[in-house]
């Protein structure tokens, strides 16, 4: 079954940069798929950050990070990385690494949560 485990969450003060990872497995060999960064805050519904298709490598960004954050991954193709630079408090919540598979590899996975499957626990980012 498709795990992902999200890490390096924590408090960051205005103007400074916070880098996060998604841990991702269970993903059968020859399978295409999406990878999205998610992010809710209190009373606010949970919104696309970052999006990437790990087959061709493109990446998708909303504007609000736009220029700011970027999403990569690494050689092995388990570890996905959100890096966002010049944080504002706007972007505190908790952020959430998701996935859904594809039938095949596509250009652009931005998309609503709705249509992403798997989910990460979330890890939370203060910006004071």
């Known amino acids: 079954d498709v795990q992902l485990v999200e890490s390096g969450g924590g408090s960051v003060q205005a103007g400074g940069s916070l880098r996060l990872s998604c841990e991702v497995s269970?993903?059968?060999?020859?399978?295409?798929?999406?990878i999205g960064w998610f992010r809710q805050a209190p009373g606010r519904e949970r919104a696309g950050v970052a999006f990437?298709?790990?087959?061709?490598?493109?990446?998708a960004y909303v504007d609000s990070v736009k220029g700011r954050a970027t999403i990569s991954q690494d050689k092995d193709k388990n570890t996905l990385t959100l890096q966002i630079d010049s944080l504002r408090p706007e972007d505190s919540g908790k952020y959430y690494c998701?996935?859904?598979?594809?039938?095949?590899?596509?250009?652009?996975?931005?998309?609503?949560?709705?249509?992403?499957?798997?989910w990460g626990q979330g890890t939370q980012v203060t910006i004071s």
């Open positions: 990437i298709s790990p087959g061709p490598g493109s990446t």
């Open positions: 998701a996935a859904r598979m594809t039938t095949m590899w596509i250009n652009n996975c931005r998309a609503l949560s709705a249509e992403y499957y798997y």
């Open positions: 269970g993903i059968s060999y020859g399978r295409s798929y999406c």
